[in-house]
């Protein structure tokens, strides 16, 4: 079936439960806001968009996609005659989902989902707001997944394993017991754990049900006595099941948690019901009082121990070789003409999949070719994909996540002839990159307060960037972790206004997208340290964790200050003296030349 196929058939579902409204959001039963398993994309399978942000709304005349700035240009393209509107989220007139959804739902009408993939929190929400229209919800039903049919693709099926104590630093135990201590602070006795990355970092473990991110489908429930561990237990081999037992954790079937929380009375449960799906908060008994808070693992995740940021340091090493093996084959291959933007990708991969101790990619990598470089989350493929010639711009934005750490970098490559005004935009994103990465400030700073620093010069030409500057990045774990980032405005229910914190790590990556023209972005991973402490407060700073050298012929000298060509010289030297040792004498002649000292 093609998209209107698809939505047709959806509709008549819709007809023959009486839903008048269908919502479809992307997440998964955990709550996942960007990578799900295959099993849970029917956002995608319905609208046809294939991007992995956003919402589908179907009505008996109507069918809108949902998704933000960072795929507005990709969804034009995927979305075009399919008779699925785009709804530009964030832009002038455009209602936001939710109110859109209670506003559609007519008087003694029913709005229908898949309870599973929507948050305790969001049906409260539309539970009240239909209330005055005597509309009410349906939140049994898995309409699209009816659609698909046997053709959905099934759970995912893969061997859970453990990591080290060498790569995490703690002992699950000692995890347990940092997780118990609040928890008692709080006066909980029952923590419930529903992030996917939640239970991998409790128990030092991770999987592979999801692309580019190791973790499995599991749930974990923490009490004062007992750890359940509630995953498929297929993916469970008997060496680690030996592990976990040693830990004072059970392993339970996947599909039991919902029976086991129904089992708890009169309990502080602490669960945030903007994680915990509607299906397992249905399960709860009204008895218990419940904690509505984010997890205490997800600051723990964040702030990185002395072993994780060692690691961290290591495999950006590892990386930054992979990233200079790269750029350098990019710029003398593409002159002989064969290059296409999926050839320069695979490259890539081979370079990091060398590698010690490589897992996968962090992500796809986004290997964009002038135009295409405006669409923020681009993917070639081998049936679409642009040739690569030598004049303008690569973007390539890529990871990877080793056994040490997680890495995301993003370097835009000049191929060739460039014109004033490429090179004016390349050095007027370096100058906000490097502004922000040298920023002081007081502990209590958000990235909020920061973000004016990467983009203010790109404000002073009145352009701007539809997107958060940074976000912070997991260990051995998602390459997108809360709860800090760094983006224009105040904070928001969803996206509260963080305050960094040493051992963080947050991203910096400031970029232009003009739409059928050109993407131009340079990210690096920051490390936030403790600075002086005086009279004024404790200050922080950002080191840079990242190794990869800034392309100096794209650069228009003119735009930098001294100070700003000072800190180019000097991150540059600090690039070839940690990846030096790491090539061969021809890589080392070529980055010896990468990384010259620059002079107006």
């Not at 992500?363 to 295409?372: K, L, R, V």
């Not at 958060?468 to 774990?477: E, I």
């Not at 950002?542 to 000298?557: H, K, N, Q, R, W």
Request: hydrophobic share 35%; with cysteine.
């Amino acid at each position: 079936m093609n998209t209107a196929d698809r939505i047709q058939a959806l509709r008549q579902y819709m007809k023959e439960e009486k839903i008048d409204v269908c919502y479809i959001p992307n997440e998964d039963d955990h709550l996942s806001e960007e990578y799900t398993a295959d099993y849970f994309k029917c956002k995608s399978y319905i609208s046809g968009f294939s991007g992995e942000a956003g919402c589908t709304v179907v009505t008996d005349d109507f069918a809108g996609l949902w998704t933000d700035g960072r795929y507005f240009t990709q969804a034009e393209k995927e979305l075009a005659g399919s008779g699925v509107e785009l709804m530009r989220m964030g832009q002038e007139g455009v209602p936001d989902v939710l109110s859109f959804l209670i506003d559609k739902t007519p008087d003694n009408g029913t709005l229908g989902y898949d309870g599973r993939v929507v948050a305790a929190s969001v049906s409260l929400r539309l539970k009240e707001a239909l209330r005055p229209k005597g509309a009410k919800l349906s939140v049994h039903h898995d309409l699209a997944g009816k659609v698909w049919g046997k053709e959905r693709p099934a759970m995912p099926k893969e061997k859970i394993y453990t990591l080290a104590k060498k790569y995490t630093g703690e002992s699950a135990e000692e995890r347990i017991a940092r997780t118990r201590e609040a928890m008692k602070k709080k006066g909980a006795d029952v923590l419930i754990l529903t992030a996917l990355e939640d239970p991998c970092w409790l128990l030092n473990v991770r999987g592979n049900d999801i692309a580019c991110t190791p973790v499995a489908y599991a749930y974990a429930i923490v009490t004062m006595r007992s750890v359940n561990y509630y995953i498929d237990k297929a993916k469970v081999t008997k060496r680690t099941e030996a592990y976990l037992k040693e830990s004072g954790v059970q392993v339970r079937d996947y599909d039991s948690v919902a029976k086991d929380l129904k089992k708890l009375h009169g309990k502080t449960i602490w669960a945030n019901l903007a994680k915990l799906n509607t299906e397992l908060y249905s399960a709860l008994a009204s008895d218990n009082r419940i904690l509505n808070e984010a997890s205490p693992l997800l600051l723990f995740r964040a702030l990185k121990n002395e072993t994780e940021i060692r690691n961290i340091r290591n495999a950006h090493v590892k990386d930054g070789v992979a990233m200079v093996r790269f750029i350098r084959w990019v710029k003398e291959a593409v002159k002989e003409g064969n290059m296409t933007e999926v050839s320069a990708q695979n490259y890539l991969y081979e370079q990091r999949a060398q590698q010690k101790d490589y897992i996968e990619p962090s992500f796809p990598t986004i290997c964009a070719y002038q135009a295409n470089g405006a669409m923020m989350h681009y993917s070639a493929t081998e049936e679409n994909h642009a040739g690569v010639n030598p004049r303008g711009f690569l973007l390539v934005d890529s990871g990877g996540t080793y056994k040490d750490g997680t890495t995301d970098i993003t370097r835009t490559i000049s191929l060739g002839r460039l014109t004033k005004e490429e090179k004016m935009l390349y050095t007027k994103v370096l100058k906000g990159h490097m502004d922000l990465g040298h920023a002081r400030f007081l502990y209590g700073t958000t990235g909020n307060n920061l973000d004016i620093l990467a983009r203010n010069p790109l404000w002073q030409i009145d352009i701007d960037y539809q997107c958060g500057t940074g976000h912070g990045v997991g260990h051995v774990l998602g390459v997108h972790e809360g709860p800090h980032g760094i983006r224009w405005g105040m904070g928001t229910p969803a996206r509260p206004a963080v305050r960094l914190e040493p051992g963080m790590i947050v991203t910096n990556e400031p970029g232009v997208y003009m739409p059928d023209k050109l993407g131009i972005r340079i990210e690096n991973e920051l490390l936030v340290c403790k600075g002086e402490k005086n009279f004024y407060g404790q200050f922080l700073y950002f080191e840079d964790v990242t190794y990869c050298p800034y392309d100096l012929e794209a650069i228009d000298l003119k735009y930098l200050s001294d100070e700003e060509i000072g800190w180019l010289n000097d991150y540059h030297q600090n690039v070839y003296r940690t990846l030096a040792p790491h090539l061969n004498k021809d890589e080392q002649k070529w980055l010896r030349n990468a990384t010259r000292k620059v002079k107006r």
